[in-house]
Structures are given as C-alpha cells and as structure tokens.
C-alpha cells in the first residue's frame, strides 16, 4: 500500500509510503556502521484491519453526524458505503495463513545478508511491477 496508489487507501497508503521512505534512507545510512535495515511489503493478509460490521456501524453514524454538508454531499453516502463494502469484503480475498510474513520477518533477522525488501505472500511484487514499467494511465487502468 505505500509503493503504488490504490483507491481509498489514501491516509494508510500515506502512511506505509514515508515508512518505506524512512526504512529506504535507514539502510542507506546506517549501512556505514554495520547496521542493516529491511522492508517487508506483504500481499494481502487477514490481520482484522478491516474491524467488524458493528465498528463500521459506528464509523459510519459518527462521521455522518460529523461531516459537514457539502462534504457529505460531494462524496455521497453511497461512496463511504462502497468503502465499508469493499473493507468488509476484502479478507476474502486475502490469505489467512500469516507463515510467509513471518518467515520474511524471521529471515531478516536471522540471515547473515538479509534482503533489503522482501514481499512475502502471492502477487505482493506483480502491482508494484505494473506501476513502475507501464505508463500511469495502464495502472489507473488495471
């Protein structure tokens, strides 16, 4: 989520892109005293991250109440719908066996020469790859 945008994940994409930044300019510094720094970008897994059907009842009523109007109305009440839907949803497409994150994570720090990056789990590489060697509007696309 912070190598390549995807929609309504603007905030925790955000987030993990100055992570992944900040992690990218550890290495490079501190590589000058031994100090080694890895990054691992997962594919999708079931973390609960999503929350629950009753936490997204009471996201929704506190920022409808909050919100102001014309915001309320430019998005719509369908969008933030559309996005609890689509949160809801997406464990299912996701992996529910966490091994491969945790075997990236147990090599970087047990390996004598870990990896910089590691992107544990099916595909986790594939959209990145996309993004970077195809023109913009192809991701925005696909």
Known sequence: AGG???PRYAAYGASKAA???FSGVMRQELSKWGIKVMAIHP???RTGIEGTAEQW???EKELMENLPADTRQAYGEEYLL???NYLLHLPSHCAPDLSP???SVLHALLARRPQGL???GKGAYAPLCIF????LWFYDFF
């Open 19 to 21: 992570l992944s930044m």
């Open 101 to 103: 994150v945790l075997g």
């Open 43 to 45: 594919s999708g897994f």
């Open 118 to 120: 590691y992107t544990p």
């Open 82 to 84: 559309g996005l609890r």
């Open 132 to 135: 970077c060697c195809f023109p």
């Open 4 to 6: 390549i945008p995807l």
């Open 57 to 59: 009842d009471r996201q």
